[in-house]
């Protein structure tokens, strides 16, 4: 029989000729089919070497027990469903020699939760808000050999992220939220609604996010979409858009203590700084999202079109006879003044007409 060393990833076998208890010899491509006189079977047992791995055969070349390890899985998770409302779905690709999975799920408080026996290359699990480091663990029922995934991190957010405000420019919606959350955590966010963390490239751009905090009281920094993680000193969009724009503060970026590698916007003056990725602990963080922006301004029924049936629905607001969304409010608000009201539907009939 054989058996295997991972740490110096080598096959071995019982060494025939000494009656040491556990002595052993390795195995080398050399050691090509070479009977070693077991007889429990009346048949020789053969150890064969074929395309890289060893096998255990009979004496006719019959394969036994695989002496190999399953192929290593790439677990991924599926982005749209990181909300504690949804299912979570995981999918991963077939392995060769996996007979099973088992998915090894621990969350930031260090709580762990595990779950085994999984034949399908998917698995779908309802998690609490919070950050999670995921691996997926395939195993040959066989040999009891088993292969772990690289580990995944994502974060699950709460059901539902209500903006302080939203303001639409510049073919955008940008987003305004004051939870506290990492730089991580608030891309993932931003990232599972269809968009990412502003990145601010020009100075009418600076000006629309900074009438955009005006909006919020309490919250001091939000986090935007800028860091220089791969390269100290050297800051890039995640969108991979130029930074040929910037607004840093007085003496910033400074990497404080050299852990500062994430950029985020003052409420008060707008202006720029550099910081850790902390937030959970932190209740004066925030952040904002920008999403593309697919409807016209003013279409507040969402069809597609600007007519008549918006202008009727911001009518409908107005007297508290209509509910509208934060996307609708953005859209309804028309003639940009920051508020919803009868102007505003007066504005989308003179467009309609003109």
């Given at each position: 029989?054989?058996?295997?060393?991972?740490?110096?990833?080598?096959f071995?076998?019982?060494?025939?000729?000494?009656?040491?208890?556990?002595?052993?010899?390795?195995?080398?491509?050399?050691?090509?089919?070479?009977?070693?006189?077991h007889?429990?079977?009346?048949?020789?047992?053969?150890?064969?070497y074929?395309?890289?791995?060893?096998?255990?055969?009979?004496?006719?070349?019959g394969?036994?027990?695989?002496?190999s390890?399953?192929?290593?899985?790439?677990?991924?998770?599926?982005?749209?469903?990181?909300?504690?409302?949804?299912?979570?779905?995981?999918?991963?690709?077939?392995?060769?020699?996996?007979?099973?999975?088992?998915?090894?799920?621990?969350?930031?408080?260090?709580?762990?939760?595990?779950?085994?026996?999984?034949?399908?290359?998917?698995?779908?699990?309802l998690?609490?808000?919070?950050?999670?480091?995921?691996?997926?663990?395939?195993t040959?029922?066989?040999?009891?050999?088993q292969?772990?995934?690289?580990?995944?991190?994502f974060?699950?957010?709460?059901?539902?992220?209500?903006?302080?405000?939203?303001?639409?420019?510049?073919?955008?919606?940008?987003?305004?939220?004051?939870?506290?959350?990492?730089?991580?955590?608030?891309?993932?966010?931003?990232?599972?609604?269809?968009?990412?963390?502003v990145?601010?490239?020009?100075?009418?751009?600076?000006?629309?996010?900074?009438?955009?905090?005006?909006?919020?009281?309490?919250?001091?920094?939000?986090?935007?979409?800028?860091?220089?993680?791969?390269?100290?000193?050297?800051?890039?969009?995640?969108?991979?858009?130029?930074?040929?724009?910037?607004?840093?503060?007085?003496?910033?970026?400074?990497?404080?203590?050299?852990?500062?590698h994430?950029?985020?916007?003052?409420?008060?003056?707008?202006?720029?700084?550099?910081?850790q990725?902390?937030?959970?602990?932190?209740?004066?963080?925030?952040?904002?999202?920008?999403?593309?922006?697919?409807?016209?301004?003013?279409?507040?029924?969402?069809?597609?079109?600007?007519?008549?049936?918006?202008?009727?629905?911001?009518?409908?607001?107005?007297?508290?006879?209509?509910t509208?969304?934060?996307?609708q409010?953005?859209?309804?608000?028309f003639?940009?003044?920051?508020?919803?009201?009868?102007?505003?539907?007066?504005?989308?009939?003179?467009?309609?007409?003109?």
């Amino acid at each position: 029989m054989t058996d295997y060393d991972s740490s110096s990833d080598t096959f071995y076998c019982a060494d025939p000729s000494t009656s040491i208890p556990k002595a052993r010899i390795k195995l080398t491509e050399s050691a090509l089919s070479k009977s070693y006189g077991h007889n429990t079977t009346n048949q020789d047992t053969l150890i064969n070497y074929f395309q890289k791995y060893w096998y255990i055969t009979n004496q006719s070349g019959g394969l036994e027990t695989p002496s190999s390890p399953p192929g290593k899985p790439i677990l991924s998770v599926d982005s749209s469903t990181l909300f504690s409302n949804c299912t979570t779905i995981f999918t991963w690709n077939h392995t060769e020699r996996a007979s099973y999975y088992q998915i090894m799920l621990l969350k930031e408080d260090g709580s762990a939760s595990g779950y085994a026996f999984i034949e399908d290359n998917y698995f779908l699990v309802l998690l609490e808000p919070g950050s999670y480091t995921a691996t997926l663990t395939a195993t040959n029922s066989d040999s009891g050999m088993q292969t772990t995934s690289d580990a995944i991190s994502f974060y699950v957010a709460a059901a539902e992220f209500v903006p302080v405000d939203t303001i639409a420019a510049n073919g955008s919606i940008y987003a305004l939220y004051d939870n506290s959350l990492t730089w991580y955590e608030s891309k993932a966010v931003c990232e599972s609604m269809g968009g990412h963390l502003v990145t601010i490239t020009s100075a009418e751009e600076q000006a629309v996010i900074e009438k955009l905090l005006k909006s919020s009281e309490n919250t001091v920094y939000y986090w935007m979409g800028a860091t220089d993680e791969e390269s100290e000193g050297t800051w890039t969009w995640i969108t991979g858009e130029p930074f040929d724009y910037s607004n840093w503060e007085v003496s910033e970026p400074n990497n404080y203590q050299g852990i500062e590698h994430y950029g985020m916007i003052y409420r008060l003056n707008g202006k720029w700084n550099d910081y850790q990725n902390q937030g959970s602990v932190y209740p004066s963080f925030g952040f904002i999202c920008e999403i593309p922006n697919q409807f016209q301004q003013g279409d507040v029924n969402l069809d597609g079109l600007l007519n008549t049936g918006d202008a009727v629905m911001i009518l409908r607001y107005t007297i508290e006879a209509e509910t509208l969304n934060h996307t609708q409010k953005t859209l309804a608000d028309f003639n940009g003044d920051g508020k919803i009201n009868t102007g505003d539907a007066v504005a989308v009939l003179k467009e309609i007409v003109s």
